[in-house]
């Protein structure tokens, strides 16, 4: 089972194909939904890809959210760790591990202007230590899978990091 998420993630793809197939394989071995949201810098945005539903009935969709908005994927993004909303799990997508600053501004920033939970949408992101990707979002995961959720989340920011080193 697990090999079949490596091979969706680093197929030699390109990345909108990685991240469907990747999806797809989320739903077939029993997520109601899985989602990955991307931080866009110059629009402000995570940009994700939805995926539900299996066979005939799989779709996937895409949505934007506003950073600043309020919401389970913005604090997700922010978070230093996975968060969990009823059947809902959400991982923070990190591009290296490091002081998660942007997690608790008030105490760990130490940058001026310093940032704090309410302007973290505005500071964070254009500052170096910034290291957050985006969120993976997983819904109703058996628990026969939930025990690998870190390791997928892990492979998934590596997928991620590779795709934009990719692009730059």
Known sequence: MLARFQRAL?????????????LEVATEEGMERAALFLYRPESRELVGEVASGRGRRYTVSSVVLPLHAKGPVQEAFFAEGPLRRGEEWLFPVVGEEGAFCWADPERRCQERPQATRETRTLICPSCPRFRALGVLALERVPSRLQPLLPLLAQLTALRAVEGLVRGA
């Open 10 to 22: 680093l197929g030699d793809l390109e990345p909108t194909e990685i991240l469907r197939n990747f």
